[in-house]
Nanobody
Framework: QVQLVESGGGLVQAGGSLRLSCAAS????????MGWYRQAPGKQRELVAL??????NYADSVKGRFTISRDSAKNTVFLQMNTLKAEDTAVYYC???????????????WGQGTQVTVSS
């Protein structure tokens, strides 16, 4: 059983900052990548930022404002969000691409989501 637990969401004014955290726990053999996705009302879930063996990727809309980092020893990923805009309002989901055993295939695991609301 794997759990991804997010924290750090909330309400902030435009131009403000928030820091999201996500910790993965359970019987995990290895994690290839961790990242953040978001879903606004009426829209599809989209990638925000990803960090892993392939490097770091950001959505164009957050480049220069958001920074993803990872503590591999603690299976934790962070998302520092600066200069927030109203259009950043969404539920943010933590994602981990992981395997439970050495012979397992990598699979996606998701957190429950945390609400980020930016008031203009």
């Amino acid at each position: 059983q794997v759990q991804l637990v997010e924290s750090g969401g909330g309400l902030v004014q435009a131009g403000g900052s928030l820091r999201l955290s996500c910790a993965a726990s359970g019987s995990i053999f290895s994690i290839n990548a961790m990242g953040w996705y978001r879903q606004a009302p009426g829209k599809q879930r989209e990638l925000v930022a990803l960090i892993g063996s392939g490097g770091i990727n950001y959505a164009d809309s957050v480049k220069g404002r958001f920074t993803i980092s990872r503590d591999s020893a603690k299976n934790t990923v962070f998302l520092q969000m600066n200069t927030l805009k109203a259009e950043d309002t969404a539920v943010y989901y933590c994602n981990a691409v992981l395997k439970l055993t050495s012979w397992d295939s990598y699979r996606n695991s998701w957190g429950q989501g945390t609400q980020v609301t930016v008031s203009s």
